[in-house]
């Protein structure tokens, strides 16, 4: 493509993302397609010859956004949220053009040092002790994965100075981590056997006398516990495990304490939720997503942990066409994680920090969760809705329920109540299952959100349920 013809259609993208921004509330929030009939509409083979834009992006309009889901949209109160923000897709624009590739300090000093710099303003956002430092990773389940083998290459560098044991290590999460943990087991090769999940107490959190009682079993069967995922803000109910006492277990017994706050880390850059995090400092690593709820497009993942040795160790390569003169004082984030080449996702992070000041992502989050808590008293004032747990954040689980079904008709007539909701069009929310029972998730987190979105949630719920009762 010729250099102007770029000119004139970045130009013209620019105001077409404009316009979505402003427009994306008239769409309907969940994609209408049926299966396969995005792929129906598109060529089976590549174009021999190249093509003219215009075309390109006529079938862009035609073809895929209507099979596009718009998580961008202000009615969006599904799974988690995955904001972006002009500051940030303006950073990503140019990403793209700078095309850089930073694996190491020099394919891009400004990338490593900017990385450095934006991952230290995190950490002191989220009130991490001083001395831990950060890695930009793509996903919440790819840090977890990378802290659990770092966690496996500890113990087994402590193991091999003792006893040089070959039975298996052992992980621990609560029954309500998230399913990356399980993967990352899967993955790292513990074994699907060796993740033990701890029962959590009446508000969805893991119950540390319980994680204790399951090391102890383990070290009796000749097993060698080795660590621990704890999760601050669970995905289902935003639960959150008590830090100290977990982690006061895992000093006591050396295991690795890694906290999975995907979600809810954003929320510790308000000082009255700083508790979430209380006891942190007895951790070893910790993950949360800027690009869930701090205005940072999809991906950029922040992986924190309390001394980088261990995870350098684990993840160093040194040929000999990869090394430089300069390795000895700079970082080379290559040796922090899995992946070789890396995005420079730390630019848009930049961008979003400056643009909002940490003032202006806390009072996203802080009317965020206002909203959460003004529709939980919506649902617990009215008698034929329930709240199914406690709403520390910005998650609210409940349900329909008129006292007069058995749990399975209940179940039957959430689940039609939540496709009757949705297929309005005019908002988004997903299901999850607290205690067996189907239920109902809204979560505020779309930095479009104001309370007129959340209060006509309120209402589709409550007429489509006077509708499906009669
Ligand atoms: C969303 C979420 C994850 C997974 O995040 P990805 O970045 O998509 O891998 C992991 N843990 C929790 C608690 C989450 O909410």
Known sequence: MDIELFRRHGHEFVDWIADYFMNVEKLPVMSRVEPGEIKKRLPAAPPERGEPMERVFEDFKDIILPGMT??????????????????????????????????????????????????????????????????????????????????????????????????????????????????????????????????????????????????????????????????????????????????????????????????????????????????????????????????????????????????????????????TGRDAVVKNYRDWGIQLGRRFRALKLWFVLRAYGVEGIRDMVREHIRLARLFQSWVGARPDFELLAPVPLSVVCFRWNDGRKNEEELDLFNRKLLDEVNASGRVFLSQTALRGRFTLRLVVGQRTTEERHVRQAWELLTSAAERLKA
Request: overall charge negative.
């Open 70 to 323: 718009h998580w961008q949209h202000p009615g969006w109160f599904a799974y988690f949220p995955a904001n972006n923000s002009p500051a940030s897709v303006l950073a990503e624009l140019l990403t793209a053009g700078l095309g850089a590739q930073c694996m190491v300090w020099q394919t891009s000093p400004a990338a490593a040092e900017l990385e450095e710099t934006v991952m230290d303003w995190l950490r002191g956002m989220i009130g991490l002790p001083g001395g831990w430092s950060g890695v930009i990773q793509d996903t919440a389940s790819n840090a977890t994965l990378c802290a659990l083998i770092t966690a496996r290459e500890a113990s087994t560098e402590f193991e091999s100075n003792r006893r040089g044991a070959r039975d298996p290590l052992v992980v621990y999460a609560s029954t309500e981590s998230h399913s990356s943990v399980a993967k990352a087991v899967k993955i790292a090769g513990f074994g699907a056997d060796n993740l033990r999940l701890i029962p959590a107490d009446a508000d969805f959190a893991m119950i540390p006398d319980r994680l204790e009682e399951a090391i102890v079993e383990d070290e009796r069967r000749g097993l060698r516990p080795c660590a621990v995922v704890a999760t601050v803000g669970t995905t289902s109910s935003g639960a959150v495990d008590p830090l100290r006492p977990v982690g006061e277990i895992c000093r006591r017994r050396g295991l690795w304490l890694h906290v999975d706050a995907a979600y809810a880390g954003t929320a510790a850059v308000l000082p009255e939720m700083r508790r979430l995090l209380d006891g942190v400092e007895l951790a070893d690593s910790l993950v949360f997503n800027p690009h869930k709820w701090m205005l940072t497009n999809f991906d950029c993942s922040a992986h924190f942990v309390r001394e980088p040795g261990t995870l350098i160790r684990t993840f160093e390569i040194h040929p000999e066409y990869l090394k």
